[in-house]
Protein backbone atom coordinates (compact mmCIF):
# COMPACT_ATOMS: atom_id res chain seq x y z
CA UNK A 1 0.00 0.00 0.00
CA UNK A 2 1.29 3.46 -0.51
CA UNK A 3 0.68 5.10 2.76
CA UNK A 4 1.15 9.28 3.88
CA UNK A 5 2.68 9.44 7.80
CA UNK A 6 1.90 12.79 8.60
CA UNK A 7 4.39 13.07 12.00
CA UNK A 8 6.46 10.78 10.31
CA UNK A 9 10.11 11.68 12.62
CA UNK A 10 8.40 11.64 15.98
CA UNK A 11 8.09 9.08 18.79
CA UNK A 12 4.77 7.95 17.51
CA UNK A 13 6.02 8.13 13.85
CA UNK A 14 9.45 6.41 13.93
CA UNK A 15 7.57 3.58 15.52
CA UNK A 16 5.15 3.31 13.10
CA UNK A 17 7.64 3.21 10.43
CA UNK A 18 9.22 0.23 12.09
CA UNK A 19 6.06 -1.73 12.28
CA UNK A 20 4.66 -0.79 8.42
CA UNK A 21 7.59 0.07 6.60
CA UNK A 22 9.10 -3.03 5.46
CA UNK A 23 5.61 -4.07 4.42
CA UNK A 24 4.39 -0.81 2.59
CA UNK A 25 5.70 2.11 0.50
CA UNK A 26 5.10 5.00 3.61
CA UNK A 27 5.84 8.85 2.34
CA UNK A 28 6.81 10.68 5.00
CA UNK A 29 5.13 13.54 5.68
CA UNK A 30 5.77 17.05 8.40
CA UNK A 31 6.68 20.60 8.60
CA UNK A 32 10.22 20.01 7.77
CA UNK A 33 12.69 17.49 6.46
CA UNK A 34 10.09 14.83 5.35
CA UNK A 35 9.12 13.53 1.60
CA UNK A 36 6.17 15.80 1.52
CA UNK A 37 6.22 19.28 3.57
CA UNK A 38 2.34 19.48 4.98
CA UNK A 39 1.55 21.76 8.13
CA UNK A 40 -2.13 20.14 8.93
CA UNK A 41 -3.50 23.32 10.02
CA UNK A 42 -3.69 24.87 6.35
CA UNK A 43 -6.18 23.11 4.16
CA UNK A 44 -4.38 24.59 1.01
CA UNK A 45 -1.11 22.83 2.80
CA UNK A 46 -2.94 19.68 2.94
CA UNK A 47 -4.62 20.18 -0.34
CA UNK A 48 -1.03 20.57 -1.79
CA UNK A 49 -0.01 17.46 -0.24
CA UNK A 50 -2.24 15.25 -1.94
CA UNK A 51 -1.70 16.62 -4.87
CA UNK A 52 2.19 15.74 -4.58
CA UNK A 53 1.63 12.09 -3.45
CA UNK A 54 -1.05 10.34 -5.80
CA UNK A 55 -3.15 7.67 -5.54
CA UNK A 56 -3.23 6.86 -2.01
CA UNK A 57 -4.33 3.81 -0.27
CA UNK A 58 -4.19 5.02 3.32
CA UNK A 59 -3.13 8.29 5.33
CA UNK A 60 -2.00 7.73 9.27
CA UNK A 61 -1.95 10.95 11.46
CA UNK A 62 0.89 10.48 14.41
CA UNK A 63 0.90 14.59 14.62
CA UNK A 64 -1.31 17.28 16.38
CA UNK A 65 -0.13 20.06 18.73
CA UNK A 66 -2.53 20.97 22.20
CA UNK A 67 -1.62 22.99 25.01
CA UNK A 68 -1.57 22.15 28.32
CA UNK A 69 -2.64 24.70 31.95
CA UNK A 70 -4.47 24.97 34.43
CA UNK A 71 -8.06 25.87 34.21
CA UNK A 72 -7.73 29.07 35.76
CA UNK A 73 -5.74 30.42 34.10
CA UNK A 74 -6.51 28.90 30.66
CA UNK A 75 -7.46 31.35 27.97
CA UNK A 76 -9.10 31.05 24.55
CA UNK A 77 -6.26 31.25 22.41
CA UNK A 78 -4.85 28.52 24.09
CA UNK A 79 -7.46 26.06 23.05
CA UNK A 80 -7.25 27.25 19.91
CA UNK A 81 -3.62 25.27 19.45
CA UNK A 82 -5.25 22.07 20.06
CA UNK A 83 -8.43 23.07 17.91
CA UNK A 84 -6.68 24.05 14.74
CA UNK A 85 -3.80 21.61 14.94
CA UNK A 86 -5.01 18.74 16.62
CA UNK A 87 -8.32 18.62 15.82
CA UNK A 88 -8.65 20.46 12.43
CA UNK A 89 -5.51 19.20 11.67
CA UNK A 90 -6.91 16.18 11.36
CA UNK A 91 -9.98 16.97 9.94
CA UNK A 92 -8.12 18.56 7.32
CA UNK A 93 -6.50 15.50 6.26
CA UNK A 94 -10.31 13.32 6.17
CA UNK A 95 -11.72 16.59 4.59
CA UNK A 96 -9.25 16.82 1.05
CA UNK A 97 -8.34 13.18 1.26
CA UNK A 98 -11.68 11.87 0.86
CA UNK A 99 -11.48 12.92 -2.69
CA UNK A 100 -8.37 11.52 -3.71
CA UNK A 101 -7.90 8.76 -1.59
CA UNK A 102 -7.85 5.14 -3.39
CA UNK A 103 -11.16 3.42 -3.37
CA UNK A 104 -11.28 0.87 0.40
CA UNK A 105 -8.41 3.17 1.92
CA UNK A 106 -8.22 4.27 5.15
CA UNK A 107 -7.78 7.00 7.62
CA UNK A 108 -6.30 6.53 11.05
CA UNK A 109 -6.20 9.61 13.48
CA UNK A 110 -4.08 10.13 16.68
CA UNK A 111 -6.09 10.93 19.60
CA UNK A 112 -5.56 9.70 23.82
CA UNK A 113 -6.30 8.65 26.99
CA UNK A 114 -6.90 12.07 28.05
CA UNK A 115 -10.69 12.38 26.61
CA UNK A 116 -11.87 9.74 28.95
CA UNK A 117 -9.06 9.28 32.00
CA UNK A 118 -8.11 13.06 32.50
CA UNK A 119 -5.53 15.00 34.15
CA UNK A 120 -5.13 18.46 35.87
CA UNK A 121 -3.86 21.25 32.99
CA UNK A 122 -5.64 18.68 29.88
CA UNK A 123 -8.46 20.06 29.33
CA UNK A 124 -7.62 20.74 26.16
CA UNK A 125 -5.99 17.89 25.35
CA UNK A 126 -9.03 15.69 26.83
CA UNK A 127 -11.67 17.88 24.65
CA UNK A 128 -9.82 17.36 21.13
CA UNK A 129 -9.11 13.75 21.49
CA UNK A 130 -13.05 13.34 22.32
CA UNK A 131 -14.06 14.98 19.52
CA UNK A 132 -11.07 13.13 17.50
CA UNK A 133 -12.90 10.04 18.54
CA UNK A 134 -16.08 11.26 17.61
CA UNK A 135 -15.51 12.37 14.49
CA UNK A 136 -14.13 9.02 13.28
CA UNK A 137 -17.11 7.32 14.81
CA UNK A 138 -19.64 10.01 12.76
CA UNK A 139 -17.89 10.38 9.57
CA UNK A 140 -17.27 6.11 9.17
CA UNK A 141 -20.75 5.97 7.87
CA UNK A 142 -20.71 8.80 5.59
CA UNK A 143 -17.47 7.64 3.51
CA UNK A 144 -17.97 6.57 0.46
CA UNK A 145 -16.63 4.15 -1.75
CA UNK A 146 -15.55 1.92 0.85
CA UNK A 147 -13.34 4.18 2.64
CA UNK A 148 -12.65 3.41 6.47
CA UNK A 149 -11.68 5.71 9.24
CA UNK A 150 -10.10 4.90 12.77
CA UNK A 151 -8.71 6.80 15.55
CA UNK A 152 -5.66 5.42 17.83
CA UNK A 153 -6.26 6.42 21.84
CA UNK A 154 -3.30 5.55 23.42
CA UNK A 155 -1.81 6.61 27.25
CA UNK A 156 1.08 7.78 28.03
CA UNK A 157 4.80 6.23 25.54
CA UNK A 158 7.11 4.28 28.25
CA UNK A 159 9.78 6.71 25.53
CA UNK A 160 8.00 9.91 26.75
CA UNK A 161 7.55 9.04 30.70
CA UNK A 162 10.60 11.14 31.71
CA UNK A 163 9.03 14.17 30.00
CA UNK A 164 5.74 13.79 31.43
CA UNK A 165 5.57 10.97 34.39
CA UNK A 166 4.64 13.76 36.74
CA UNK A 167 1.72 15.18 35.29
CA UNK A 168 0.28 11.11 34.69
CA UNK A 169 1.45 9.91 38.17
CA UNK A 170 -0.43 6.02 38.51
CA UNK A 171 -0.60 5.34 34.38
CA UNK A 172 1.28 2.52 33.29
CA UNK A 173 2.75 3.82 30.05
CA UNK A 174 2.99 1.87 26.83
CA UNK A 175 5.85 1.37 24.99
CA UNK A 176 5.15 3.23 21.78
CA UNK A 177 5.55 0.25 19.41
CA UNK A 178 2.16 -0.75 21.04
CA UNK A 179 0.51 2.45 19.78
CA UNK A 180 2.06 1.11 16.38
CA UNK A 181 1.14 -2.05 16.05
CA UNK A 182 -3.06 -0.22 16.79
CA UNK A 183 -2.40 1.42 13.01
CA UNK A 184 -1.10 -1.38 11.53
CA UNK A 185 -4.50 -3.12 12.99
CA UNK A 186 -6.13 0.06 11.34
CA UNK A 187 -4.46 -0.09 8.04
CA UNK A 188 -4.62 -3.46 7.52
CA UNK A 189 -7.68 -4.91 8.59
CA UNK A 190 -11.28 -4.22 8.16
CA UNK A 191 -12.48 -2.26 10.92
CA UNK A 192 -13.97 1.35 10.73
CA UNK A 193 -14.98 3.55 13.12
CA UNK A 194 -13.37 2.35 15.57
CA UNK A 195 -11.24 3.83 18.25
CA UNK A 196 -7.99 1.60 19.58
CA UNK A 197 -7.40 2.26 23.16
CA UNK A 198 -3.89 1.32 23.82
CA UNK A 199 -3.60 1.24 27.66
N1 LIG B 1 3.80 11.20 23.60
C1 LIG B 1 2.85 10.51 24.22
O1 LIG B 1 3.05 9.90 25.30
C2 LIG B 1 1.47 10.44 23.59
C3 LIG B 1 0.47 9.66 24.17
C4 LIG B 1 -0.80 9.63 23.57
C5 LIG B 1 -1.03 10.37 22.42
N2 LIG B 1 -0.03 11.12 21.87
C6 LIG B 1 -0.30 11.89 20.64
O2 LIG B 1 0.50 11.35 19.60
C7 LIG B 1 0.81 12.38 18.67
C8 LIG B 1 2.31 12.34 18.38
O3 LIG B 1 3.01 12.42 19.60
P1 LIG B 1 4.61 12.30 19.63
O4 LIG B 1 4.99 12.17 21.07
O5 LIG B 1 5.06 11.28 18.64
O6 LIG B 1 5.01 13.79 19.11
P2 LIG B 1 6.40 14.31 18.57
O7 LIG B 1 7.53 13.38 18.88
O8 LIG B 1 6.50 15.75 19.01
O9 LIG B 1 6.23 14.29 16.96
C9 LIG B 1 5.28 15.11 16.33
C10 LIG B 1 5.39 14.90 14.81
O10 LIG B 1 4.35 15.62 14.16
C11 LIG B 1 4.91 16.57 13.23
N3 LIG B 1 4.02 17.74 13.31
C12 LIG B 1 3.76 18.51 14.40
N4 LIG B 1 2.86 19.47 14.10
C13 LIG B 1 2.55 19.31 12.78
C14 LIG B 1 1.69 19.99 11.88
N5 LIG B 1 0.96 21.06 12.27
N6 LIG B 1 1.61 19.56 10.62
C15 LIG B 1 2.33 18.50 10.19
N7 LIG B 1 3.16 17.80 11.00
C16 LIG B 1 3.27 18.21 12.27
C17 LIG B 1 6.35 16.79 13.69
O11 LIG B 1 7.23 17.10 12.65
P3 LIG B 1 7.51 18.64 12.19
O12 LIG B 1 7.85 19.38 13.46
O13 LIG B 1 8.64 18.56 11.21
O14 LIG B 1 6.24 19.10 11.56
C18 LIG B 1 6.70 15.38 14.21
O15 LIG B 1 7.05 14.54 13.13
C19 LIG B 1 0.30 13.70 19.27
O16 LIG B 1 -0.95 14.02 18.69
C20 LIG B 1 0.11 13.35 20.74
O17 LIG B 1 -0.91 14.12 21.35
C21 LIG B 1 1.21 11.16 22.42
Redesign the pocket.
Given at each position: MKIIL????????KAIIAELGSRHDIIR??????DVQ????DLGSVTAMYKKVESVDAVIC?????SFGPLAEFTPEQYAVGLN??LM?QVNLVLAGQHVMNDRGSFTL????LSHDPIVMGSS?AMVNAAIDAFVLATAIELPRGMRINSVS????V??AEH?GAFFRGYK?VP?ND?ARAFAKSVEGAQTGQTYRVL
Open positions: VGASGTLGAGRSGAVDIKAAGNVDKGISGVAPTVFEEYPVA
